[in-house]
């Protein structure tokens, strides 16, 4: 893993043309949202760093910090509070005191695609920030992979072969890359189209922040 280049994406990023472009029409019509690369959120000294997909239209995308401002962050801050990884208040417009605690948040792909559907080129493009984001935590020992396409993208940025790692929800892998050992936590991802068809469940997604929360305790 390398430091060469930043852990996050620069403001005006233009790897992507589709999402540039894309961006550039929300902006268009929501001049005063964030409308650019989302920023990592937590704490730099962070055990655990949680992986998701890609920010949403009307959510990180319009505030600037991921799972805030629709649906899919309700779930994730919920289930953070009750295992003690954060502190404070979470509001879904983001202005509040919410901080987190050994852990961190980000994204494999950091601007908002269309549909809320990245291609791969696309998460190759953005594939070396999420390599940066890791070399720089140099304390984590615990992913979470929000969603099968944030868990191929841990298993490619660790240089692994994913028909080794299959995705399944529950599911836990032991990773080693680099000289680094890392436990990896499945989970399908809390987009509000899951948790509303039922195939995702609260006590399903604590049931794997407990497992999270179990191997960290195990670890000190």
């Known amino acids: 893993m390398s430091k060469a280049i930043p852990p996050e994406a620069p403001a005006y990023c233009t790897l992507c043309p589709r ?49 805030t401002g629709d649906g899919a962050g309700d779930l994730l801050y919920k289930a953070l509070a009750k295992q003690g990884f954060s502190q404070g208040v979470f509001e879904k417009n983001g202005n509040d005191d919410l901080r987190l605690k050994d852990c961190m948040i980000t994204n494999a792909v950091r601007c908002v695609p269309p549909k809320n559907k990245p291609t791969g080129e696309e998460t190759r493009n953005c594939r070396p920030f999420l390599i940066s984001r890791l070399a720089h935590l140099p304390n984590t020992i615990a992913l979470f992979a929000l969603g099968r396409i944030a868990h191929d993208n841990v298993i490619s940025t660790l240089g692994l072969r ?3 790692h299959p995705f399944g929800h529950g599911a836990e892998h032991n990773l080693v890359s680099d000289g ?20 995702l469940t609260e006590p399903m997604f604590d049931a794997v922040f407990e497992a999270v929360r179990t191997y960290l305790d195990k670890s000190i």
């Open 180 to 199: 680094r050992h890392f436990r990896l936590f499945d989970s399908y991802h809390c987009s509000r189209y899951n948790t509303n068809t039922g195939r």
């Open 162 to 164: 994913r028909a080794a």
């Open 19 to 67: 999402l540039v472009s894309y961006i550039k029409d929300i902006a268009a019509a929501e001049p005063d949202w964030h409308n650019g690369p989302v920023d990592s959120f937590g704490d730099t000294s962070a055990r655990l760093l949680i992986i998701g997909m890609a920010p949403g239209r009307g959510g990180a995308n319009r505030t600037g910090r991921p799972f």
